[in-house]
Structure formats: C-alpha cells, structure tokens
Nanobody, 114 residues
Framework: VQLVESGGGLVQAGGSLRLSCAAP????????MNWYRQAPGKQRNLVAM???????NYADSVKGRFTISRDNAKNMVYLQMNNLKPEDTAVYYC?????????WGQGTQVTVSS
C-alpha cells in the first residue's frame, strides 16, 4: 500500500498550507484516513481523521485552524492548515489502517517560521 503526500513547505506564522495524500482505491474507499505529525524529538501524534462517511475529528491543538477532507472520486485526502503557528512545525504523515496493518506515507515537512 503506497500513500503519497505532497504540499509541505516553509511558511510564516499566520500563513496557510494544504497537504494532499493519494491512496490506492482499494484502501481508500471504505477506510478512515488520518493525518499525523511528528516534531523533532517528539512522538508521532494524530492531528485529524476522516471516516469513509465523512465524519471528522481533530486534535485539540488544531481545532478551528485545520480542516481534513476527502475526495472519494479521486482517492485523495487533504489537510487544509490555516493560521499556522511555529509549534505546527513537524513532518506530517498520511496514514490508513488496512487489514489490521497501519500504513504510512513518506511524510512531508511543514516548517512555520515566527
């Protein structure tokens, strides 16, 4: 299972970025898609999730600033990040649990300067 993220980069505090993740149709269709992030020296934490039916959930630290969405026709999941803060700096990973295995993308770096 290959998940491919894109859209990271360097942005000033208060700015916005949109991350994208492409997944195989067989994996994407009926499964919850997740975004995680990992800052240097810290554990990887869940940022947002969206079920196959479109129900979303967010970490408290990003509520009101980040929006996760999915395009079922394109097998894509997105993370719109607004009002970015320096503490959002991390590698962001797309993830899915499929047949009892958790799959990860390669990660995309997001750096927010103050």
């Amino acid at each position: 299972v290959q998940l491919v993220e894109s859209g990271g980069g360097l942005v000033q505090a208060g700015g916005s970025l949109r991350l994208s993740c492409a997944a195989p149709r067989s994996v994407f269709s009926d499964n919850t898609m997740n975004w995680y992030r990992q800052a240097p020296g810290k554990q990887r934490n869940l940022v947002a999730m969206v079920t196959s039916g479109g129900t979303t959930n967010y970490a408290d630290s990003v509520k009101g600033r980040f929006t996760i969405s999915r395009d079922n026709a394109k097998n894509m999941v997105y993370l719109q990040m607004n009002n970015l803060k320096p503490e959002d700096t991390a590698v962001y990973y797309c993830s899915v649990d499929y047949r009892f295995v958790r799959y990860w993308g390669q990660g995309t770096q997001v750096t927010v300067s103050s």
